[in-house]
């Protein structure tokens, strides 16, 4: 969750400022964050778990076999999830507003606080898939956090865990109250954007 | 409206910066990679909560294959190494990895295989015998292919009965690099042969047509032991908190948590931290 939230407060901003900005390079950067979209957790939990061990780079903080260094591998895979979408989101906006918003006089760069406003019930989608991402992630937490019961032990690494134990329907059982969980939380989210869009009158 | 967005993304990080702090020094742990037996057996169920009890030291485990665990001392990121394949364990103490090796506690391997034997060594007593005869008959073989303790001793084993098995490997040998438990699943699944330490297998949910075709033999013995890692080699270790988690495994107390672990009523782990051989 908290993983979410930075990537949100990071990620939104990069992708509205890359669907309005342009720059040498911007393609090859927007191929490269949607071939990210697709970065293999486990790639991704392996080069953390380099870089947070004792004999790695960053071994210093301790970080490794924590809840924090599983963020880390959380942000690191949820970020390009959300720069592609909202990247789309707000080039879709852009185009749609363009000439009303230069007409007011903003730039581009004035544009995109504006614009992520205006998109903020379709970046709640964007949030969504990203918070789909780490939740429903094992490979690179089970890396990095080293599954260590009631510490760093989530849902999917016990579904992982009782599996190896034999015991299927605990198992099954667990990754069916993960489903309701996510569940639950996107159509809560759906309700409130359609709550939102009513209230700020657009469909 | 822009400030107070600006504000509360300030304040979302700051609360963000709050959780990446590393957790307060209060809390005494330390931090064991040991294998997937100890775990899927759950026997670190109830020996970590009477260890921390008594010392209000908690206890992470990391639990890993034999040589993958090492691996993770070797790297500093555990503070005490619990595994079970003592070629491995008396390599990492050559190097200087650690400076005492304790033995704690032994069982055995048990050789599981499908109701229907296709390679008909039910009941045999050599298991040297018995890998042979698998490898002859090319009967579906699951091998645990992670350089863990059971890893290693099925090695071991193979070279034992003669079987060279770079040359005959096919089909019917099927290496998952997985752990204990997924090994016994996929055997399962698989209708084939695999090796398991006796505690994994006890505790073991989905036995489906799996059962003990080979056990007894002196060759399936698996030995336990723990040692710290070497402070002068990881200045991070713990060395205090480690080595008094592995006195209290070796002392009357531990080692009689080790014995009382039982699932119906088979004891699964037998102490024998006494033993200057084992």
Known sequence: MTAVTCAGIVGLPIGAALALARFPGRTAIIVIVNTLMGFPPVVAGLAIFLLLSRSGPLGGFGLLFTPQAMMIAQFVLVLPIIVALSRQTIEDLWTEYRDHLTSLGANRLRSIPTLLWDGRFSLVTTMLAGLGRASAEVGAILIVGGNIAGFTRTMTTSIALETSKGDLALAMALGIVLMSLTLAINGLAYGISRVGARFTGRA | ?278
């Open chain 2, 1 to 278: 409206m822009l400030r107070r967005a600006f504000l509360t993304a300030a304040a979302s990080v700051l609360v963000a910066a709050g959780l990446l702090l590393p957790a307060h020094a209060e809390d005494r742990f330390i931090t064991v990679a040991s294998t997937t037996s100890t775990q899927d057996s759950g026997l670190f169920n109830v020996l970590l909560p009477a260890f921390t009890a008594k010392t209000g030291i908690t206890v992470k485990v990391i639990a890993q294959g034999t040589g993958q665990a090492l691996d993770t001392a070797r790297r500093g990121d555990a503070d005490v190494v619990f595994v079970h394949a003592k070629a491995q364990e008396l390599k990492f103490l050559a190097d200087g990895f650690a400076t005492k090796r304790f033995p704690v506690m032994y069982n055995d391997f048990v050789v599981v295989g499908p109701k229907s034997d296709p390679a008909g060594i039910s009941g045999t007593k050599d298991v040297a015998a018995a890998f042979k005869t698998i490898a002859d008959k090319k009967a579906p073989f699951v091998s645990r292919g992670d350089k863990s303790g059971t890893n290693t001793a099925e090695l071991s084993l193979w070279k034992t009965a003669g079987v060279d098995l770079q040359a005959v490997r096919g089909e019917w040998y099927r290496e998952i690099g997985q752990g204990m438990g997924a090994t016994l699943n996929t055997a399962n699944a698989m209708a084939a042969y695999t090796l398991s330490d006796r505690a994994t297998w006890i505790a073991f949910a989905n036995k489906g047509d799996l059962g003990i075709v080979v056990e007894g033999d002196k060759k399936l013995f698996n030995q336990y032991g723990v040692m710290l890692v070497n402070p002068e080699k990881v200045p991070t270790v713990k060395a205090a908190d480690g080595q008094a988690f592995i006195d209290w495994l070796v002392s009357p107390e531990g080692q009689a948590v080790i014995a009382s672990y039982k699932i119906g009523d088979q004891q699964l782990f037998f102490p024998n931290a006494g033993d200057p051989n084992a």
